[in-house]
T-cell receptor, first 110, second 115 residues
Framework: AQRVTQPEKLLSVFKGAPVELKCNYSYSGSPELFWYVQYSRQRLQLLLRHISRESIKGFTADLNKGETSFHLKKPFAQEEDSAMYYCALSRTDSWGKLQFGAGTQVVVTP | EAGVVQSPRYKIIEKKQPVAFWCNPISGHNTLYWYLQNLGQGPELLIRYENEEAVDDSQLPKDRFSAERLKGVDSTLKIQPAELGDSAVYLC?????????????FGEGSRLTVL
């Protein structure tokens, strides 16, 4: 069975500092990885997906199959980045059945 | 666009009582999902519908949980009888097609408290 691990429950950073959210997964097949974000009083929404290889709101994430990781990074954190971030994995034979990590709360202080 | 609409937003009941949650997906989205989110955890899939067919309900505790999606649009998730451990947020989501882009659109959730 697949598993997604986010080792940090809380990440506190200063504005302008780099931020990295760790995500490790276990899955024997070829997964699709995503980052979802939930801002305060808003609904859960997709931030980015690895297959798109895009940068959203300054965030990037690289899939490292050797280390089975999909860490989320941003070089300069902003206060509006404060949110709950979830790493999620989907099997290509079961789209939509996202396996979520427990989430990392990011707090950016001025 | 309103997005995925869920009701009620909050529900408090006593154990052994029944409860039902309703979801209206985004217009045109044929795939609908019910996820369960316990405190401090990520969402976990309970059931997934493609149109009116439940294509994945392996995680749904069928002794007390039931779901339906009549006419392939709105969906209802029911718990009868509720137990203390059912206290959680029930999230509904929808996607266009089979969700193979990985982009699910979530509702605001229904927070259940069982006393």
């Amino acid at each position: 069975a697949q598993r997604v691990t986010q080792p940090e429950k809380l990440l506190s950073v200063f504005k302008g500092a780099p931020v990295e959210l760790k995500c490790n997964y276990s899955y024997s097949g070829s997964p699709e990885l995503f980052w979802y974000v939930q801002y305060s009083r808003q609904r859960l929404q997709l931030l980015l997906r690895h297959i798109s290889r895009e940068s959203i709101k300054g965030f990037t994430a690289d899939l490292n199959k050797g280390e089975t990781s999909f860490h989320l990074k941003k070089p300069f954190a902003q206060e509006e980045d404060s949110a709950m971030y979830y790493c999620a994995l989907s099997r290509t034979d079961s789209w939509g059945k996202l396996q979520f990590g427990a989430g990392t709360q990011v707090v950016v202080t001025p | 666009e309103a997005g995925v609409v869920q009701s009620p937003r909050y529900k408090i009941i006593e154990k052994k009582q029944p409860v039902a949650f309703w979801c209206n997906p985004i217009s045109g989205h044929n795939t609908l999902y019910w996820y369960l989110q316990n405190l401090g955890q990520g969402p976990e899939l309970l059931i997934r519908y493609e149109n009116e067919e439940a294509v994945d309900d392996s995680q749904l505790p069928k002794d007390r949980f039931s779901a339906e999606r009549l006419k392939g649009v709105d969906s209802t998730l029911k718990i009868q009888p509720a137990e203390l451990g059912d206290s959680a947020v029930y999230l509904c989501a929808s996607s266009y097609g089979t969700g193979n882009t990985g982009e699910l659109f979530f509702g605001e959730g229904s927070r259940l408290t069982v006393l």
